[in-house]
């Protein structure tokens, strides 16, 4: 079986921070694997400005953000793994890993989660009617339009408030679609104010709030959506093919499942995965601190 | 114009097993469903139990094929590479009026030939399912009461139809059936077909299906009905089937754990207002609400997805009554109908089509067997069901195993591929045959990803490709680089 001293679970900005400062601890061996067939995790898709103000000082993109980090992969002594799945964890600190190179268990001694969040879905929601096509997270939307460059969709409703929704209603304007306007339960905006300023604001979207969608039409594609407006409790129809949910992300903890849902002392968990950062120079700092820590104590230096 | 011994309407679990049990005998068989793929009507939503059949009524067909196929589930389902687990159920009750229908249907199930049956103390039942409130009455177990795949049950027909030289007619919707030559000149939107013999199996259709060629008989009306689905996880919360019997009247909850470990609550029966695939506040709050009765401490947060079923109620408008007995009409010379097959119609769709197939093939002369026939269907590979070394054999071999597409469901993208060659179009014709799509995250992560195989694989353009049949169409939004 293979041994690494330290296996690192996702190429994110918070995987590769951490796995370039354990590293650059000394001669430890790292591997990281992600499911992805390159690096950078979230970032990629997120070709909006915003990231690396606080920890590059300097306005990026994402793709420009993981590219920085990127750089500083090559040449450091982390072997890195891509489409590679993370099946399973055991307690004898093994690790299952599938992708193209086969089935392969790995025996290492520290673990780092870097493993992101995965986004709530409407599944979760108390929406009924029918489970028509055209109905997309803001991530799987943003990554169709960003990544593979197709469209979704031209009448487009945004259901929750939060960073994603705000910038995905911008994204479907900069595309061409109408924006019908973003949904929000609460009474405000869940997102930043930067965000709902160049979002929503500057591109004249409206942000329903006290609001929420109960109801989906359409057999085949999405027809329309009722809306009910919490205070007054009316609902209204309204039209539209495409129905993006931003309802929040959760910390993708799914491995530690396999150890009863604890993490054990030899595991760490690190960026969203341990709780959500609201912008990612936050993440590389505590992955880089983390990284550090966990290269020291296998150098036996701590 | 092709010629057919039988042609088989409807690519449901009836059709499907209907066209594989007629193989049997030397017939030419063709099926003919108007959707892309088999598997798209009233099939694609049930409760996937198998029942024992101690709920009907002694002397009915009904009952005779339940108790019959409920037996012999597990040699089917090994037949055809089919999973299946026989879990148990526990009927239980909190009250007189429900203890009395339970001893009701321990009597009736053992005059139906049902084995096992045993009735309980509440609080011997409570030792077995702590999670059920507490205050049960009295259960009555049925060990034999199992839970399958539906969706793989009915493709595996499908294919086993196939490789024994069932002729396929997808995307033909029936729009005529008219008597020629002594037998029947079925007109598709897609062509035209003569066979000596016709079978109806379609399903919520099946009464429109027959009045092309013959006076009604028995009308259908939709019996709608929502479901709830929990996260893996939550399928641990009872051990068996769970069916509770209500003090009042109406419909009580079923509790079901599936082979894949989740939950599914259901069903609620509502009158069939609107769409038929959609659900409605009503339903869905009577199960939230009896799930907070039945099982207190069941977490309804892990709710991952709801959804309607439809099922066919047979009404005989001969004789103005309403039906409980499975309805096998024969309205004129070489034409039968399966009309409002509805529970246990999952249990029994393989028995229907053998008890049919024999009288249909008599009636052509044809009855004798056909040494040809070969009843198996290999299973598709599961990597996750592997050992680890023949897994890691398999992904050597062939790496497409070994990446992961759906990380919910840990289902590769061999298995998609593989999906993909059986004959699915459609995103959902990919997610019942392989799963992807089905765990928590509902397809967010894999739905692209699979979308750009299958149009890779079926060489058409993303934006052609459809979620679950005609007009449901992905991506609406144009192609890049137009208007």
Known sequence: MEKVDLLVVGGGAAGMSAALAAAGAGPVSVLLVDREERLGGILPQCIHQGFGLGYFHRDLTGPEYAARIVAQMEGAAVSVRLNTTVLSLSQRRTAELSGPGGYEPVAFRR??????????????????????????????????????????????????????????????????????????????????????????????????????????????????????????????QVACDTLVTALGLIPERELLAGLGGKLPGWASLCGNCDYVHEIVDTVTAQAEELGRQVGMELLGKK | MERYDVAVLGGGLLGCFMARELRRHPLKVALVEAREDVCTGISRANTAIVYTGCDTKPGTLKTRLCVAACKGFGDLCRELGVPFARRGSLMVSYGPNADQTLQRKMIQGM?????????????????????????????????????????ELCYAAWENALANGVTPWLNAPVTDLLPEHGGWRVVTLRGELWAAAVVNCCGLHADQVQELAAPPTVRITPEKADYLILDQGAGHYVNHVIFHEPEEKGKGLTMVPTLDGKLLLGPSEQPGVGPLSATTEAGLDRLRQLAAQVAPELDLELTIRSFAGVRPK????????????????????????????????????????????????????????DSTFRPERKAPVRPRELTREARAALAARDPAYGRILCRCGGITEGEVRDAIRRGAVTLDGVKRRTGAGLGRCQGAFCGDRIMALMARMLGVPPEDLQKDGPGSRLLTGGRHGEG
Not at chain 1, 162 to 189: N, W
């Open chain 2, 111 to 151: 005059e139906n030939g049902v084995e096992g049956l045993k009735l309980m103390s509440g609080r011997a039942a409570l030792e077995w399912e702590p999670g059920l409130a507490p205050g049960v009455s009295s259960a009555l177990y049925a060990p034999d009461t199992g839970v399958t795949d539906p969706w």
């Open chain 1, 111 to 236: 673990l780092i989660l870097a493993t992101g969040c995965r986004e709530k879905t409407i599944g979760s929601l108390p929406v009924t009617g029918t489970r028509p096509a055209g109905v997309f997270t803001a991530g799987e939307a943003q990554r169709m339009i960003n990544l593979r460059h197709w469209r979704p969709g031209r009448k487009v409703l945004v259901l929750g408030s939060g960073d994603l929704g705000l910038i995905m209603a911008r994204r479907f304007v900069l595309e061409g679609c109408q924006v019908l306007g973003v949904v929000e339960q609460k009474g405000s905006c869940g997102g930043m104010v930067r965000n709902y300023r160049s979002c929503l604001l500057e591109h004249r979207i409206p942000l329903m709030t006290r609001t929420t969608v109960t109801r989906l039409h359409g057999e085949g594609r999405l027809t329309g959506v009722t809306l009910r407006h919490l205070d007054s409790g009316k609902e209204e």
């Open chain 2, 314 to 369: 047979p009404y005989n408008v001969v004789r103005a009554q309403s039906i409980h007995d499975f309805t096998v009409t024969n309205p004129a010379r070489g034409l039968w109908s399966l009309i409002g097959i509805k529970t246990p119609g999952l249990t029994c769709a393989q028995a229907l089509g053998a008890w049919l197939a024999p009288q249909v093939a008599d009636q052509l002369g044809k009855g004798e067997l």
